[in-house]
């Protein structure tokens, strides 16, 4: 049950981003969002990245890497659209 | 080593919301951040939180109530200022 909790807060924490990234994308809008903000998370992503190869925790690779993806569009869509 | 990464990367997480936070509590303009994305993120965080409590984990349930009262700080403002 504990587990089952922690798996889906995984994936959701995953896919959170996805609506972000596409909205961004579709308007190419980015007056509101934090540059900031996102540098940060794109680090925070990439620590977990580097966390789990350290660990050997397949899981945790594979969610960052699609996290990083989804990030990485967010801050490359504010660094291009001013 | 490989612990000290992942209490950076918890620490980065909890407070990378705070930018975000704090510029669209200062704009009060949320046109460009996605509602759905924000509500998701604050799912995660309270599956966390809840994850943690379950565990007795003290630092993930410290970590996620910051990240509750930051991203809930952001949803909050985007239903809101429309």
Sequence with gaps: ?????????AIL????????????WR????KDL???ANLLILATV???LIYGI??????LIVANIVSILFVGAIVTA???YK
Excluded: F
């Design 78 to 80: 504010k660094l291009i």
């Design 13 to 24: 924490g995953t896919i959170c981003w996805l609506p972000q990234t596409l909205k961004t």
């Design 54 to 59: 350290l660990l050997g925790a397949w899981p």
């Design 27 to 30: 308007t190419k809008e980015t």
């Design 1 to 9: 049950m504990v587990d089952y909790i922690g798996y889906l807060a």
């Design 46 to 48: 990439m620590l977990w």
């Design 34 to 36: 934090s540059l900031w």
